[in-house]
């Protein structure tokens, strides 16, 4: 399975995922991994509203992208997108993780400390994206194409000091 890119950012599908990444990298597919929004359809619906039509768009449970994942299915042209690095631990528990993943956008809420402009981590996410560093992972912090790459486990090593 070759993907093209496997982006974590809390806001899912929008204008930095479709116009600077898709655009960028030339994409013929995004698609979305998110449990709740698969099953809620006006959700569904909005996400897969701001995709342009000339790309392939679905919305998939963890369980359907691990299957699709795991079929060797041809992703050399797709974003795969999902919110939280505890999505990203239970598709490396069903054995489908990527290798390398970018960190993009998870923003400022109650309880989360920020790490970079666009990067705020609650105790929680810090302890699992530590997990995924010691499996192995290759994280990259980047909100955009042109942006400076930095890599997640010097953001967190950088902020304890």
């Known amino acids: 399975m070759t993907l093209q890119l496997f982006r974590i950012d ?26 709740s929004v698969c099953s809620n359809e006006w959700e569904r619906e909005l996400y897969l509203s701001v995709v342009p039509k000339q790309m392939d768009a679905q919305v998939l449970t963890i369980n359907q992208l691990s299957e699709l994942m795991r079929t060797g299915s041809d992703l050399s042209r797709t974003i795969i997108v999902i919110n939280s690095p505890l999505v990203l631990e239970k598709l490396e528990t069903l054995g489908v993780a ?23 981590l609650s105790p929680e996410e810090v302890e699992s994206f530590k997990r995924l560093i010691e499996h192995g992972l290759i994280l990259n912090c980047q909100d955009v194409p042109g942006a400076k790459v930095r890599p997640l486990k010097s953001v967190l090593l950088e902020k304890k000091h």
Not at 15 to 21: A, E, K, S, T, Y
């Open 10 to 35: 809390d806001r899912l599908i929008h204008g930095q995922v479709v116009i600077g990444w898709a655009n960028y990298l030339n994409s013929q597919q995004i698609i979305l991994c998110d449990d």
């Open 98 to 120: 990527p290798v390398e993943v970018n960190v993009g956008g998870i923003h400022y809420k109650e309880g989360r400390e920020q790490y970079l402009s666009y990067l705020y």
